[in-house]
């Protein structure tokens, strides 16, 4: 997910999505959003629940969501290491 959100804001929104389990990554970033957010849902319901507690506190003013079909090339490093 991108999130949007208001200057002097990232302490707090950093603590809020510490707070909620399903947010296992938050990253800052250039371009369109703000931060960039990998989270875990069950199914669409699931998500719209995670959204609406990322969004619940007023902090981050919008979300726009993109779901992973496929893993086309898995986490590495070791290809670096040689």
Do not use: F, K, M
């Amino acid at each position: 997910h991108q999130l949007l959100y208001e200057n002097g804001r990232a302490l707090a929104i950093a603590a809020h999505l510490r707070s909620i389990p399903e947010v296992l990554e938050a990253h800052t970033t250039s371009g369109h959003g703000d931060l960039l957010c990998r989270v875990v849902a069950r199914d669409h319901a699931d998500l719209q629940r995670v959204l609406d507690a990322i969004t619940a506190t007023g902090l981050v003013s919008r979300t726009s969501t993109v779901i992973s079909l496929t893993n086309e090339v898995s986490y590495r490093v070791a290809q670096l290491l040689d």
